[in-house]
């Protein structure tokens, strides 16, 4: 990543490494002007005094300090926006292995056993004719909205204030506030939102109660979104149809594999009607290396005096 980056810099600036702890950061790199990473302490930032711009390398900047970038009141943070196509790709195919029962009938065939095959007691979910509420209609969400059209089925939308400029991917779209309706409609529910103080625990006990018993819900946002015990018990009472989410409450630390259940609270694993996946949806060949040079053009846009891409309002944390 460093060469990647150093190459796309060129002679405007040194690029040096460090781990992501506040103290390597410190050690490494205290001068710095520009950080890119997917985690920035709030240590770091008060003391990098010349710290003039933040590059996160992933979508999302829920691992940047928020408070202190606040407080400093002198440095941008920018978001990295490559990953929405793969991700959306992927939020489709966990609706649909969820829909078509996929993980259950591959584990049962694997030994033999034919059950979920036709007459199953698990009949596939039609897509089609059927209503999806995707949550977040920012980058991810509108690129799941893109992929969603061809399943003739009819698509809505929620954003923080009930309007959006991919207003024209959707049939129709509320704001946050006013989306009871659109949770009792919806046959499948998406959250594509990024992780605020305002969205974090947003789909709770209430909000599960809304949710039709045929329901089925795809988390590829964040884990803190959904409320950790109102959906393991909506699941495990079949309350709802089922889920499929990529992200948890208890991941391991990013880009290390460890062997820890995806739930500390709750055997979610037990679940029969979820769909687990760790955290791979933006994951792919190219991705990485897009991450990468994403980061670096933007990084030398600001360098040479010009304004950097998706610039994020941090008072909105998005």
């Not at 959006?164 to 959250?191: C, G, P, R, W, Y």
Request: hydrophobic residues 40%; contains cysteine; proline residues 3%.
């Amino acid at each position: 990543m460093t060469d990647a980056i150093q190459q796309i810099l060129g002679n405007t600036a040194t690029v040096v490494t460090s781990e992501r702890t506040a103290e390597s950061m410190l050690e490494n790199a205290v001068d710095a002007d520009v950080v890119a990473s997917v985690r920035v302490p709030g240590d770091f930032i008060y003391k990098a005094k010349n710290l003039k711009m933040i590059q996160t390398l992933g979508a999302g900047i829920d691992k940047i300090d928020r408070q202190a970038v606040l407080e400093r009141g002198d440095i941008i943070v920018c978001n990295n926006p490559v990953n929405a196509p793969e991700v959306a790709e992927y939020a489709t195919m966990l609706l649909l292995s969820a829909a078509k029962h996929i993980i259950t009938s591959d584990k049962t065939l694997r030994k033999g056993d034919w059950t979920y095959g036709w007459g199953s007691p698990n009949p596939n979910v039609e897509i089609r004719n059927k209503t999806c509420l995707i949550i977040g209609l920012g980058n991810i969400g509108s690129e799941i909205a893109k992929r969603l059209k061809g399943f003739d089925l009819t698509l809505k939308a929620v954003s923080r204030t009930g309007t959006s400029s991919n207003l024209h991917l959707v049939d129709n779209i509320t704001s946050l506030e006013k989306m009871k309706s659109f949770v009792q409609e919806a046959d499948f529910i998406i959250l594509s939102l990024p992780l605020t103080d305002k969205s974090r625990g947003l789909i709770d006990e209430d909000v599960i109660s809304w949710m039709k018993s045929t329901a089925i819900l795809v988390n590829i946002s964040r884990g803190e979104i959904v409320d950790e015990t109102a959906l393991y018990h909506a699941l495990k009472e079949k309350r709802i149809l089922g889920a499929a989410l990529d992200v948890w409450w208890n991941s391991p630390q990013f880009g290390k594999a460890e062997m820890k259940f995806p739930s500390s609270n709750f055997p979610y694993h037990e679940l029969d009607n979820l769909v687990l996946s760790p955290h791979r949806a933006a994951y792919s060949v190219n991705t990485e290396r897009a991450h990468i040079k994403y980061a670096g053009e933007n990084i030398l846009r600001f360098i040479r005096g010009n304004q950097p891409l998706h610039i994020v309002d941090m008072n909105l944390g998005y």
